[in-house]
């Protein structure tokens, strides 16, 4: 059991630039969810994988977008960065039989 | 959207008193859980309550559950220093597909 992991731990970008986030799920878990959280808000969900195919998503634009593989890591895309993308973002993945999620511990983004 | 709200949202106390932390919530659930977030990174799933349950136990967690009002309690007992952090109630929610939906949060700090 290695838990979720995320990649990078923080980064800085542009504004209009593009970026892209990783991570890899914990052993087993077969869906994985993307949380946006700006500072002193609670996680706020972007989108829902499972099984390479998105299965829900929350209010945020087409900019945003993802991809789960078949080892089960994952991406979150965002395109077109604004400055309100700076935020904490979350990676958890859970398995089919389990409700609890295992969270990653976060890509800090900041846009300037 | 925020479909829970916790209460208070912030809470400081001595080591050995108990905290309370409360969540509301506004539509019908499958199940409530509740996290742990320590300095912005990742949370940490800390217990499960199904909707037919009303109350569970964890170590010295005790949640309950009160489904015709809509509200959760998470009981923390005899504090720690290291009990400091922020606490998030998520909610199970199958409108179209099912996901997570997370309060605001309790930001607790307990005195030494």
């Known amino acids: 059991e290695t838990g979720v992991t995320q990649s990078p731990t923080h980064l800085i970008k542009t504004r209009g630039q593009q970026v892209t986030l990783r991570c890899s799920s914990q052993?087993?878990?077969?869906?994985v969810s993307w949380y946006q959280q700006a500072l002193g808000q609670g996680p706020q969900f972007i989108f829902q994988?499972?099984?390479?195919?998105?299965?829900g998503r929350g209010n945020f634009p087409p900019r945003f977008s993802g991809l789960q593989f078949p080892n089960y890591s994952s991406e979150l895309n965002v395109n077109a960065l604004e400055l309100d993308d700076s935020a904490l973002y979350l990676c958890?993945?859970?398995?089919?039989?389990?409700?609890?999620?295992?969270f990653g511990s976060g890509t800090r983004l900041t846009v300037v | 959207s925020q479909q829970g709200e916790e209460d208070p949202q912030a809470l400081s106390i001595q080591e050995g008193e108990n905290a309370t932390m409360n969540c509301s919530y506004k539509t019908s659930i499958n199940n409530l859980q509740w996290y742990r977030q320590n300095s912005g990174r990742g949370l940490v799933h800390l217990i499960l309550?199904?909707?037919?349950?009303r109350e569970k136990h964890s170590g010295r967690l005790r949640v309950t559950l009160d489904t015709s009002k809509k509200s959760s309690s998470l009981l923390i007992t005899a504090s720690r220093a290291a009990d400091t952090a922020s606490y998030f109630c998520a909610t199970a929610v199958t409108s179209g597909t099912y996901k997570y939906i997370f309060g605001t949060g309790t930001r607790l700090k307990v005195l030494a």
């Open positions: 994988y499972y099984r390479e195919e998105e299965n």
């Open positions: 958890a993945s859970r398995s089919s039989d389990s409700y609890g999620y295992t």
């Open positions: 052993s087993g878990h077969n869906t």
């Open positions: 309550i199904r909707s037919n349950e």
